[in-house]
């Protein structure tokens, strides 16, 4: 995809989400891309290759939840797998520390390598097992939780809290979307309550996403 065609479809994707991506991401993002198509030739990380595929389901779908990232000092995303939504939102975010961890070694290595490249300051890559155990398996508490494609919310929110500093919250980006009625249910069962939900469709496949954001009682 040339450097036009990239600039125009993050343009006309992020206005289609409602979310404003400040200009000077776009050529980072193209490097991202970049480094994760040279790593996939060698190192299986994902399985979306095409460059219009990773730009809207890699790339905006994680732009996607700014809205509700945008203020936090800190982002955990467990479950990175090769950096999303974590590298998009630092991205964007510039001063937000992220925590990114992974079971996977390759995965954590890539992300090293990829902030390495974008010269990001802030990001850390752990390649940890995330069990509910933080005190034990090194990995930090961040004022919010993320996790996308990592688990089905009730084993999501049965985790996360362990991870939550005190006042923080804990976001399920879904593919599925649920009713408020099941949220609340879900949230219930884990003494949290529901701060906020909204369904998007991503900007050229319309494939349908929810973004939930949970708080403790
Ligand atoms: C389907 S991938 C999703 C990756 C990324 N979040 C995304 O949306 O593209 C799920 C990832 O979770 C990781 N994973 C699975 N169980 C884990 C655990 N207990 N702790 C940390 N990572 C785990 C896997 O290695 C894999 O990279």
Redesign the pocket.
């Known amino acids: 995809m040339d450097n036009a065609r990239f600039v125009d479809l993050l343009a006309s994707g992020s206005r289609a989400l409602g979310v404003t991506v400040p200009e000077d991401v776009g050529p980072r993002l193209q490097r991202l891309m970049a480094e994760l198509l040279k790593w996939n030739a060698k190192v299986n990380l994902?399985a979306i290759t095409a460059p219009e595929e990773v730009l809207e389901k890699?790339f905006l779908d994680s732009l996607a939840v700014l809205p509700e990232v945008t203020g936090a000092a800190t982002l955990l995303?467990?479950?990175?797998?090769?950096g999303?939504?974590g590298l998009p939102l630092k991205l964007a975010l510039p001063s937000l520390g992220v925590t990114l961890?992974?079971?996977?070694g390759k995965?954590v290595a890539f992300i090293k390598a990829a902030a390495a490249s974008l010269g990001l300051q802030g990001v850390r890559g752990l390649h940890?097992?995330?069990?509910g155990k933080p005190d034990t398996e090194g990995i930090p508490r961040a004022e919010l939780l993320i996790?996308?494609?990592?688990m089905d919310l009730p084993d999501w929110l049965a985790l996360a809290p362990a991870y939550v500093a005190p006042g923080g919250r804990v976001v399920a980006m879904l593919g599925k979307a649920q009713t408020d009625d099941e949220l609340k249910a879900r949230a219930a069962e884990r003494q949290l309550r529901v701060v906020s939900a909204r369904a998007y469709r991503l900007p050229f496949s319309g494939a349908e996403r929810q973004v939930a954001v949970f708080a403790k009682e």
Request: aromatic share 8%; glycine share 8%.
């Open positions: 994902t890699h995303d467990l479950g990175a797998g090769a999303f939504p961890v992974d079971a996977v995965k940890a097992r995330a069990e996790a996308r494609a990592f």
